[in-house]
């Protein structure tokens, strides 16, 4: 299996506080993805970063991306209680195989 | 609105008994997804199809197979439900292989 790995496992931080999560993966890529789970529901898409990039934004939301260290960040400033989820980041591994590959997931708790 | 339908959310079935997972997109998207996902891990790919060619994981065990009778609807069929086999089972699309994925709330499978 070529699975990422997410650090830390879990993280409980203050609402207003900012949130790092990390995650490792294995193999060449063609993309990075960041995807939020609510308990006991899908998967949402937050950002995709491709191996040409090393940063991007979306709104509270910063990723970055280093391709020599095979690993990606993703930032959230200024949390707050929705914000309270599971995180994955996935890969798409650079030859082409039409799927993702799933890191391990980080679980965020914001205490209000 | 555009969504990825999972039905039922919930199932309940016996061990043994065989059991249809099912899914609709309204994205008109080419490939769709099946994921297991159990407790706080990652979620699992089962198998993928692109149009109508279906891919399966080499670990899938035999006990899984799925149709796919047009675009809109992909099934999971379980033969022969075990207690291990109780999990989320999560369906994504997404037009472009490798993209950005776009989940159904999932179906959460308890096996008596």
């Known amino acids: 299996s070529q699975q990422g790995e997410e650090d830390p496992q879990a993280l409980s931080i203050q609402e207003g506080e900012n949130a790092t999560m990390n995650c490792s993966y294995k193999?060449?890529?063609?993309?990075l993805q960041w995807y939020r789970q609510n308990s006991g529901r899908g998967l949402v898409h937050l950002i995709l970063?491709?191996?040409?990039?090393r940063e991007k934004h979306s709104g509270r939301l910063r990723v970055t991306l280093d391709t020599s260290k095979k690993s990606s960040s993703l930032l959230i400033t200024a949390s707050r209680a929705a914000d309270t989820a599971s995180y994955f980041c996935?890969?798409?591994?650079?030859?082409?195989?039409?799927?993702?590959?799933f890191g391990t997931g980080t679980r965020l708790t914001i205490i209000p | 609105d555009a969504m990825v339908i999972q039905n039922p959310r919930y199932q309940v079935t016996q061990f043994g008994k065989p059991v249809t997972l099912s899914c609709s997109q309204t994205?008109?998207?080419?490939?769709m997804y099946w994921y297991q996902q159990k407790s706080s891990q990652a979620p699992k790919l089962l198998f993928h199809y692109y149009d109508k060619d279906f891919n399966n994981e080499a670990d899938t065990p035999d006990n899984f197979q799925s149709r796919r009778p047009n675009t809109s609807f992909c099934f999971l069929d379980i033969r022969s439900p075990g207690l291990g086999d109780a999990a989320m089972y999560l369906c994504?699309?997404?037009?472009?292989?490798?993209?950005?994925?776009?989940f159904g709330p999932g179906t959460r499978l308890l096996v008596l």
């Open positions: 994205l008109n998207h080419n490939v």
């Open positions: 994504a699309t997404t037009q472009l292989a490798g993209e950005t994925q776009y």
């Open positions: 996935a890969t798409e591994e650079n030859f082409g195989n039409e799927k993702l590959t």
């Open positions: 193999t060449s890529i063609n993309n």
């Open positions: 970063i491709r191996s040409n990039e």
